[in-house]
T-cell receptor, first 114, second 115 residues
């Protein structure tokens, strides 16, 4: 069965500092990989996705993520965070076949210090 | 607004009552998914439709839950005899399946509180 682990439940960084959110997945093959962001009262917004090819993918809002097959990881990074980045971040996997339902991690809540 | 919409946004009900939620997907999207998100957790898959056919249901979807998508357009999710454990955010997503990938677009969710 697929599973996603986000080891950090809550992270606090200062505005302007760099950010890395960790994500590890368990799946029999390479799945599709995603990062979503959820702000209070808002729906889930897709930040970026990985299917194949270049293991460093660029997303919206200055985010990027790197797929490392050997570590089954898909960590999200941003060089310099802004106060508006405070939100809940979810890593998710999707099987290539079948229902293609998303399997989410439990999320990492990001707090930004001014 | 051409995104996914859900109604109502909030619902407070008493234990034992029935509730129904509605999801309007993006026009022309042929797949529609329902997820449930409890406090402090990521969303969990409940069920999905390909056009009007319900193709898969999670074990999370007990007999008290029923979902429909008549005519392959909007969808409804009904919970009968609600329990306090049903309190959660119910998220709907739609997608247009082409080739081997479908990007799911999420609605704002319906937050259910069962007293």
């Amino acid at each position: 069965a697929q599973s996603v682990t986000q080891p950090d439940i809550h992270i606090t960084v200062s505005e302007g500092a760099s950010l890395e959110l960790r994500c590890n997945y368990s799946y029999g093959a390479t799945p599709y990989l995603f990062w979503y962001v959820q702000s209070p009262g808002q729906g889930l917004q897709l930040l970026l996705k990985y299917f194949s090819g270049d293991t460093l993918v660029q997303g919206i809002k200055g985010f990027e993520a790197e797929f490392k097959r050997s570590q089954s990881s898909f960590n999200l990074r941003k060089p310099s965070v802004h106060w508006s980045d405070a939100a809940e971040y979810f890593c998710a996997v999707m099987a290539i076949q079948g229902a293609q339902k998303l399997v989410f991690g439990q999320g990492t809540r990001l707090t930004i210090n001014p | 607004d051409t995104g996914v919409s859900q109604d109502p946004r909030h619902k407070i009900t008493k234990r034992g009552q029935n509730v129904t939620f509605r999801c309007d997907p993006i026009s022309e999207h042929n797949r529609l998914y329902w997820y449930r998100q409890t406090l402090g957790q990521g969303p969990e898959f409940l069920t999905y439709f390909q056009n009007e056919a319900q193709l898969e249901k999670s074990r999370l979807l007990s007999d008290r839950f029923s979902a429909e998508r008549p005519k392959g357009s909007f969808s409804t999710l009904e919970i009968q005899h609600t329990e306090q454990g049903d309190s959660a955010m119910y998220l709907c997503a739609s997608s247009l399946v082409r080739s081997s990938y479908n990007e799911q677009f999420f609605g704002p969710g319906t937050r259910l509180t069962v007293l």
